[in-house]
């Protein structure tokens, strides 16, 4: 899943165009994900060619006030805080924490190392699927994506990573995506962020970090997937179930986002 060439927004992706099986795909051009706004320029033409009506911003308060969105012309805002319920309790560092943890590798080492980074963001993907604020974030991204005539839709949280991937792997997973293209999916955003993250990882290095520490803490494994779709799997059995009880999102609504998003095989 090639990136969008656009350079005021960061790791920005159309999920149209991927496999569904049976000769299926993403219908492109409808849901997109990417990493913050902050730096978005309405006029750049990658991005005023995209037509987004809508923005769904995962991240928390703290995130939005530090650094707020500049959304495209004529898009609508819609706040869905996924980690509201969670954040202080997780284990990970906030985001503002972040660039004094890789510019220090033995604080770093204290606080994240020993594999506590990956027992962390297992946790939190946990969460994903079971917290309130996480619930109600997904199905408010769901709603808005059944929703009948609805344009150009795009997500992001900070790096458009985590809670960005999680939420891609739900609509993957509805449309029928099977497991090896969710997976390459969620994976695809590592080069971006890597690169995005390149001087402080270079930096950490060169001060005696552990570099696998760092792509650790920026990056995506699988294993982090796993965490959530695990947590899935326990609490509802299958995805389909996890959308409709879990989430409480009614099957004519999925249907819609199924009609809404999918090319038929030809």
């Known amino acids: ?27 492109p051009g409808l849901v997109l994900r990417s990493a913050l706004l902050d730096r978005l320029d309405p006029a750049e033409p990658a991005v005023a060619g995209l037509g987004i009506r809508t923005v769904v911003d995962f991240r928390t308060a703290t995130e939005r006030g530090d650094r707020p969105d500049r959304l495209p012309t004529g898009a609508r805002l819609l706040v869905a805080d996924v980690l509201a319920d969670y954040l202080s309790g997780s284990g990970l ?42 619930r109600a974030s997904y199905r408010a991204l769901l709603d808005e994506l059944g929703t009948p005539d609805a344009g150009p839709l795009l997500f992001h949280c900070s790096a458009g990573k985590d809670r960005t991937g999680w939420a891609a792997t739900v609509v993957l997973s509805l449309l029928g995506a099977d497991e090896e293209t969710v997976r390459a999916e969620y994976l695809a955003v ?17 001060q005696g970090g552990d570099p696998e520490l760092a792509l650790e803490l920026i990056g995506v494994l699988p294993e982090y997937l796993d965490a959530a779709l695990d947590e ?6 299958t995805m389909e179930k996890y959308v409709r009880e879990g989430l409480g999102v009614p099957d004519e609504v999925t249907e819609l986002i199924r009609e809404r998003l999918t090319v038929p095989a030809a």
């Open 1 to 27: 899943m090639p990136a969008i060439p656009a350079t005021s927004v960061a790791n920005l992706r159309d999920l149209g165009g991927l496999p569904l099986g049976d000769g299926r795909s993403v219908r």
């Open 190 to 206: 590592n080069p971006a962020v890597r690169l995005a993250f390149a001087p402080m990882i270079e930096g950490f290095t060169a």
């Open 93 to 134: 560092p906030p985001a503002a924490r972040l660039k004094s943890l890789l510019a220090d590798p033995a604080l770093a080492e204290e606080h994240l190392g020993g594999g506590r980074v990956r027992a962390a963001f297992a946790r939190t993907y946990r969460t994903f699927v079971s917290s309130d604020s996480a």
């Open 232 to 237: 899935v799997a326990v609490r509802h059995g």
